[in-house]
């Protein structure tokens, strides 16, 4: 082993370990894409090392040869969910404020949406990020970071006028901004979710948003007192206030925040 250290140029040293780095950040890559391509990744990599181990060169080079063409057919396959990597960045770092922020947040700000909706008799429109970044996806006139309370909101002027923008709040309970806008976006709508292209504008750019993500996008009516809730490239009509907290609070998985990691639902919640 030593004797094949010395042979060894410093150039094959940087070469091994750029390779390594590479399949390292592909396999994680992979592990967080919520698909069985870590696990295809993991068996072609065994086979590759039987058929080395017990010399069967003709199946070692079968599965050299047709790895680009599995690859491809791999991404072609998973491309929406492996797109959620590619569009916005992975956010798996927790706020440090999160555990100075009030347990019931969630009611709060649908409190405070209902409130402002039924002044102008409209809706309101507010989008819950979980951990997919959305900072290269919306903007705002004014970032605020701050934790999400009642008070705050009915304070910011801009919550009270802006009706057709979005209150964007992460899961952890912070306020980002009440005035968010799309700032970019990825293609155009094209029906992929079974819904046509004759729905309101809001709705096919939610759509569009959740299917490349996995964030949450509510609509408040003031006049019905009832919700819209888009999720997964899913929409959800006519849900009420009680149904809604405890679909979204199911999804972007909200616990009490006493500084134990949560336990991860899964019972399924009644719309009805």
């Not at 006519?238 to 972007?252: H, M, N, T, Y």
Request: aromatic residues 12%; charged residues 20%.
């Amino acid at each position: 082993m030593r004797e094949l250290i010395y042979l060894l140029h410093w150039a094959d040293f940087i070469e091994i370990f750029s390779l390594f780095c590479g399949i390292y950040f592909i396999f994680r890559w992979l592990a967080a894409s919520n698909t069985n391509l870590i696990e295809i990744a993991y068996g072609y990599i065994l086979l590759i090392s039987l058929s080395s181990f017990f010399d069967l060169y003709a199946l070692k080079d079968f599965l050299f040869m047709s790895f680009p063409v599995g690859a491809v057919l791999m991404i072609i396959f998973h491309q929406h969910h492996l797109q959620r990597n590619f569009v916005t960045a992975r956010n798996d770092t927790k706020n440090s404020q999160s555990y100075a922020i009030a347990e019931n947040w969630l009611d709060s700000l649908m409190r405070a949406l209902f409130r402002v909706a039924t002044t102008q008799e409209g809706i309101r429109l507010c989008i819950i990020e979980k951990n997919s970044s959305l900072s290269g996806v919306l903007g705002a006139d004014i970032s605020l970071h701050l934790p999400c309370t009642y008070d705050l909101l009915m304070a910011i002027q801009t919550f009270h006028k802006n009706s057709s923008r979005y209150v964007w709040v992460k899961s952890s309970g912070i306020l980002v901004a009440v005035d968010a806008y799309y700032s970019a976006f990825y293609e155009e709508y094209d029906g992929e979710s079974g819904w046509g292209i004759d729905l309101e504008t809001w709705k096919q750019e939610a759509l569009l948003l959740t299917i490349k993500t996995d964030a949450v996008v509510m609509a408040v009516n003031g006049f019905t007192r009832r919700c819209t809730l888009i999720h997964e490239g899913k929409i959800i009509d006519d849900v009420g206030v009680a149904a809604a907290l405890r679909f979204i609070k199911q999804k972007i998985e909200i616990s009490p925040l006493k500084g134990r990691e949560h336990e991860k639902r899964t019972q399924k919640v009644d719309l009805l």
